[in-house]
């Protein structure tokens, strides 16, 4: 079976250097002027070339978002950008509007154009309709089942992509505007608050500005909130309906989220139609547990699952583990780290590196730059600490999140 492309998010320069270091395909990255990411980090002009230029010197591809519905006031900062990106080259652009469609097609053709699951593409004939627009390949609709899926394939060559990781709109895809009348930040210019995820309560019409809490919780309720789509048990699943691209959702996440889920998803997309060791899958989703998430759902890839609660119902994100660092490099046994939190002389510590999953460490002996033996570090400096054999340039360090009382830094429980 055709082993699928994983495509990751690239908020930034270093979500990008991560991705790619932890085994994605293809990166997909915007332009906050014309993306649907406004808070994402911002590749403008040179950072755009630059990312383009690294992620294909390393072979892998880039494709530049250029999603929002523009009005025509956009149009001549978006011709603007169109030339820039003629120079730069990426892959393909990734956009919704057929205006915008037509013209990439007439102006840069020779960069491919995706078409952003903001197009809501749910059925054959609209596949074929950007099919024959010259669209190389769609994002399907998040609404789609499996079966749905193999049925648009049946009828189309266009490649097909789907969303397999990451957080869903608890509105129909990208036709949201919650953010928008209660915040005045539009989700269709990537502005989205998140909204549907605020708490509320509910007021009966006669008694104005009397709120009646509903409870699911002693914090109250949160009855817009989805769960976050995870397929990683399902990818032989997808790839057999005929699915070409992975899309792992979260340009606004941070690097502990993107390294965490690239090296997951990467593992099960290389072991599609090959053995699976025993447990494989249960530490799949035990890794995926380490780090923010609303819970997981398969969303409507199953349809509608009777006794599946799609809905988060809790206050904050689930996550065990946070990130303590990044091997900035590493000589006979020894890394550097660059410390995003603080860090103490035993401490327990996890290398995201293939093979030392879930094994738990002791921070030993630690020297600052200048050689000295300290007993912590802050976030921003940097330290050297001995480390296990197969640990690499470039992983990340995380430490259990709810380790850190005094007691048990003391003790140094670690294993
Ligand atoms: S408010 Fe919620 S449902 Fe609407 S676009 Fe934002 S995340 Fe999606």
Known sequence: MKKPELLAPAGDFEKLKTAIHYGADAVYLGDSRFSLRGKAGNFTGQELRD?????????????????????????????????????????????????????????????????????????????????????????????????????IREKTKVELEVFVHGSICISYSGRCYISSFLASRSANTGECTNSCRWNYALMEEKRKGEYLPVYEDDRGTYLLSSKDLCMVEHLEELAGAGVDSFKIEGRMKGINYVAGVVKVYREAVDSIGGPHGPGRKERWLRELAMFSSRGYTTGMFFGRQPDEDYHFGEESYRMSHELVGVVAGIDGGVAEIALRNRLERGDPVEFLSPGLEEKCFAVGPMLDPEGADILSARNGEVVFIGVPPGVRKNDLVRRPKNFGEKEDRAAGTAK
């Open 51 to 151: 990312a383009v230029s690294y992620a294909r010197e390393r072979g892998i591809k880039a494709y530049v978002t250029v999603n929002i519905f523009p009005h025509n006031r956009d149009l001549a900062g978006i011709e603007g950008h169109l030339e820039m990106l003629k120079e730069v080259r990426p892959d393909a652009v990734i956009l919704s509007d057929p205006g915008l469609c037509s013209l990439f097609r007439r102006k840069a053709p020779e960069i491919g154009v995706h078409v952003s699951t903001q197009a809501n593409i749910t059925n054959s004939e609209a596949a074929l309709f950007w099919q024959d627009l010259g669209a190389e390949r769609i994002v399907l609709s998040r609404e789609l089942s499996v079966e749905e899926i193999g049925g």
